[in-house]
């Protein structure tokens, strides 16, 4: 397998499929929805939804139009990722492969003032700190939420902010993303991007067109230097 190092100012990760795995709770909540929502087709919804705003989704999937209805929806939705996610047995919200390890080698460098790393999540705030509590991940200083950009993925808005809260050009960022819409994000952002095969096939992921593409995040090392992060990256 051949390998890359790479410099970037910084880096910028999605959440849900890259640092954290949440699939228990995600399909958990989808069949509770299903409940309320009689003609939701669960394994429908599943195959296209992940990446997408919640909000989004549920406009799609459930029909809901009136913006307040979607916000209780939203927040409701996600709040039930957390609660079924260790229901019937299920494993909860754990981090994936290699996460822990990039976490120990990165240490503080997600502090304000010069941030070397980022979140920039689909998903809503008070669901994403919960989720990166289950996980043992650190919240980082620059947090790019769904309640931060009026377009969400695959419009570059959330990597555009990430770059601009951490004070660097986009250009020299890397997106870490494991859905096709997240990487459209990355690239329309003009960043380089890392596909992760963790929650789409290696087909889709390509469509999207990364700059690389790895299994998870076993394949990679990234270290704080001088003015960045020094990314190796063992290629599949």
């Known amino acids: 397998m051949p390998t890359v190092t790479l410099h970037f100012d910084a880096i910028l990760f999605d959440m849900d499929g890259t640092l954290v795995d949440s699939t228990d709770g995600v399909v958990g909540a989808w069949e509770l929805f299903a409940e309320k929502y009689p003609g939701l087709d669960v394994t429908e919804v599943l195959s296209s939804s992940h990446g997408v705003r919640t909000v989004e989704n549920l406009k799609i999937h459930c029909g809901i139009t009136d913006s307040d209805e979607l916000n209780r929806e939203a927040?409701?939705?996600?709040?039930?990722?957390?609660?079924?996610?260790?229901?019937?047995?299920?494993?909860?919200?754990?981090?994936?492969?290699?996460?822990?390890?990039?976490?120990?080698?990165?240490?503080?460098?997600h502090q304000l003032p010069k941030p070397r790393w980022a979140i920039c999540t689909s998903a809503t705030k008070n669901y994403a700190n919960a989720a990166l509590k289950a996980a043992g991940i650190p919240v980082p200083d620059v947090f790019v939420v769904s309640e931060d950009v009026e377009k969400g993925k695959p419009e570059p808005d959330p990597y555009l902010?990430?770059?601009?809260?951490?004070?660097?050009?986009?250009?020299?960022?890397?997106?870490?993303?494991?859905?096709?819409?997240?990487v459209r994000s990355g690239n329309a952002a003009g960043s380089k991007t890392?596909?992760?095969?963790?929650?789409?096939?290696?087909e889709q992921v390509n469509e999207a067109k990364p700059d690389y593409v790895v299994s998870n995040l076993?394949?990679?090392?990234?270290?704080?230097?001088?003015?960045?992060?020094?990314?190796?990256?063992?290629?599949?």
């Open 161 to 182: 902010l990430g770059a601009k809260r951490c004070g660097v050009d986009p250009a020299r960022c890397l997106v870490v993303e494991d859905a096709p819409a997240g």
């Open 194 to 202: 890392l596909a992760l095969i963790t929650s789409h096939t290696r």
């Open 218 to 236: 076993s394949k990679v090392t990234m270290k704080p230097v001088e003015n960045g992060v020094e990314v190796t990256i063992d290629t599949d």
């Open 75 to 109: 927040s409701r939705f996600e709040d039930a990722i957390v609660s079924e996610s260790k229901k019937n047995g299920r494993q909860g919200i754990v981090a994936l492969p290699g996460v822990h390890d990039i976490m120990k080698t990165l240490g503080s460098s």
